[in-house]
């Protein structure tokens, strides 16, 4: 029993590294949508704030669909690594050192939950 996707978000260059983004994703990969939005309401990470909005978004776009968002679940969440910032950091004896800020692109697709048919069983 496969579960199509039906409303997708993403945020692009998101200013968070992947890594610190995928610690939180990790944990609502196949939950449904009213329990990770209660974790990350919780969850005392920058991660979880950035998130829970792209969340909010995915569950407006089934919305707009006319899906009810008691059944939805979260089938994709992922955090892709994006663009690079880089600065200059003035330094010691007229040198500098670049500094490296990372970005990622947050990803969530869900799915919408079917009813168990008595055929299915």
Known sequence: MSIEVV???V????RISPLK???VLRLLRGKPVEYAMYQLSFMNKKAAVIIK???K???ANAEQKGIDPTKLVILEAKADKGIMFR???PRAHGRATMMRKNTSHITIALGEL???TEEAK
Do not use: R
């Open 7 to 9: 409303s997708k978000a």
């Open 11 to 14: 945020h692009k260059n998101a």
């Open 21 to 23: 983004a995928s610690q």
């Open 53 to 55: 909005n792209v969340l």
């Open 57 to 59: 978004s995915a569950v």
């Open 87 to 89: 600065k200059w950091m």
């Open 114 to 116: 079917q009813e168990a």
